[in-house]
Structure formats: C-alpha cells, structure tokens
C-alpha cells in the first residue's frame, strides 16, 4: 500500500511563507512524478505544482513566482515552499503521485494514482 503524508500546513499572515512536506512510500518515490493540488471550500481542486522524476517543475499560474517545488530523493519527500502568501491561497493541500506518465490537468483527480489526506494552509491577519 502506497502512503503519502502531508505535514507544514497553518496559520500564516497575509505575505508570509511556509514549507510542506509530503513523505512517500520508499518504493514508488523515484518512479513517480510528484504533485501538490488544493481545494479551497466551494471550489473545484487545481494543480499547485508538480514535479517529475527527473525535478523538472511545474505550475499553476496563480502560483508561478511565489511558489517552489522540490523533491529529495534521499528522504522520499517533496516539498512545495510557499512565499509571499495570500488569502486566496488558502484551502486544504494534497500530495499527489503520479506513476510512469505526467500529471494529466484535468480535474478532479488529474490522473494520480495516490493522493494523502491534505493539509490545511490558511492565510489571515
């Protein structure tokens, strides 16, 4: 059974950062793109980042320039670093896997084979 585990999500004011983190099954890490999707309440969920096998990045276009997407190898983790943060930027965050072909941008399931339970980023003052 492959896992993934989100972790990093909060609080954070308006222009603030913050780091998450998704830990995956050992066996499927380096055979799998990666991917961070978000839903906010009432709205449909959207591609954040992804990331393939070989670290070429990925993103949506409400994120490009303040978002990051990194994977480490070594700690079967991906990353997204989240900067200059905004309200609308909050929503619950899933890990995402998507095994020996890309991320397909069309939603809901946007052609993952794995999801985690999401986080929860939320951007107040």
């Known amino acids: 059974q492959v896992q993934l585990v989100e972790s990093g999500g909060g609080l954070v004011q308006p222009g603030g950062s913050l780091r998450l983190s998704c830990a995956a099954s050992?066996?499927?890490?380096?055979?799998?793109?990666m991917g961070w999707f978000r839903q906010a309440p009432g709205k449909q969920r959207e591609l954040v980042a992804t990331i393939t096998t070989g670290g070429m990045p990925n993103f949506g276009d409400s994120v490009k320039g303040r978002f990051t997407i990194s994977r480490d190898k070594a700690k079967n983790t991906v990353y997204l670093q989240m900067n200059s943060l905004k309200p609308e930027d909050t929503a619950t965050y899933y890990c995402?896997?998507?095994?020996?072909?890309?991320?397909?941008?069309?939603?809901?399931?946007?052609?993952?084979?794995?999801w985690g339970q999401g986080t929860q980023v939320t951007v107040s003052s």
């Open positions: 050992g066996r499927i890490f380096n055979s799998y793109d």
């Open positions: 995402a896997a998507c095994g020996f072909r890309r991320f397909l941008n069309v939603p809901p399931n946007f052609g993952a084979d794995y």
